[in-house]
């Protein structure tokens, strides 16, 4: 891989003596990283290590490295969202947000899905996860993750930063804003970062920062914490941004970084008059770690409590407006009950408490997607299945690895149990529905997800 002259030469001045090392770990193979999913139930207890090689990842609690010739992304326990597939040095950033259960998170680009599926793992289900993404196609997947993982807390939104600024001014705990850039630090990952870089690449992407992270700072409550993230090594894109961000809201101030002993600090001195503060903020160099360029800012504002409009609560069904295929659904399949339901069309949802109001935003998911109601039945979503687990079912069929996979190529399988809806699960975790009838359960695997067999 040929690097680009004008950012070697940069790199180069900007790193002095430690250049030489950068360029060798630059030639050398990347890392690859998962991390577990802690709301899958009963994935704590498989061993994963010896499979596919796990090493801890220093800096994310539930990260660890894999070999990449397990393939873990073509496995059943994949598909069943018990880890997700995390470049190692991208975990830090959720690990630096660290929700607490009940907050109000916004990760506001966040498309393909590994910083939101990270953050609902720090809140457990509780509180409101928004995730957000303004390119519409890479919108659809961020939605597929959200549904793997079993989230049941999150509104998925396709919108520009600046509308959503209009609907929830004031109102997050933390705000994850893993920016657009110039991809310099995937340089040794995705060859398309390097043949796309342009020299004024870093330029124009602090442009488009700054308005995004000037949204953010709208839609934050006061004491909130943004976390800005880049995957770039131009400091125009990091220490720059911050810098440019504190000037135009001196309300903010940038705090420690917990684990620094991983990363490198900010330099202010690689900026034009750049503050002491952003030495705070910190850097992931391939030459300092096993993982890929990366810069990360917690930034905290200070400010008063200032009076804001709450969005209203979403609208919920009573008692009387649920549907009977839904409710006699619920009896034959569940071993639970779902409260604060809406309805979209013939889509049925379970929404968390306190969930907003989304009518005039483009959504593709908020809560948990129940299923669709048709004439004279129910039939249950895949989001459902994934987000339940044995104790919520009166039906199961638990499967081996090896039994998965003509599961996951759509095909039909035995089964004994009783007729009916039932859970299929692969050793223990949830995997998709199939319904029984007469020993044969029929593959209710979306079309779209099956395995080629």
Known sequence: MELPVKFLQRMQTLLGEEYPAFIEAMGKGRSYGLRRNPLKQGGERLELGERFGLKPIPWAEQGFYYDPDSRPGRHPYYEAGLYYIQEPSAMAVGAMAAPEPGMRVLDLCAAPGGKTTHLAGYLQGKGILVANEIHAARAKILAQSVERAGIVNCLVTNETPQRLAERFAGYFDCIVVDAPCSGEGMFRKEEIAVTEWMP??????????????????????????????????????????????????????????????????GHPEWITDGIPELTKTCRLFPHKLDGEGHFAAVLVQNGEPQETLEPQAAKVLKDKEISQEYRAFEKETLARSFTRLMRGGDQLWALPEDMPDSSGLRVLRQGLQLGTVKKGRFEPSHALAMALGTEDVQRVLNLTVEESVPYLCGQALPCTGENGWTLVLVDGISLGWGKVSGGILKNHYPKGLRWNG
């Open 200 to 265: 004024d690449a870093p330029t124009k992407c602090a442009e488009r920062q700054a308005e995004i992270l000037d949204s953010a700072a709208v839609m934050l409550k006061p004491n909130g914490k943004i976390v800005y993230s880049t995957c770039t090594f131009a400091p125009e894109e990091n220490e720059g941004s911050v810098q440019a961000f504190l000037e135009r809201h001196p309300i903010f101030s940038v705090a420690e970084v917990p684990q620094q002993v991983y990363f490198a600090s």
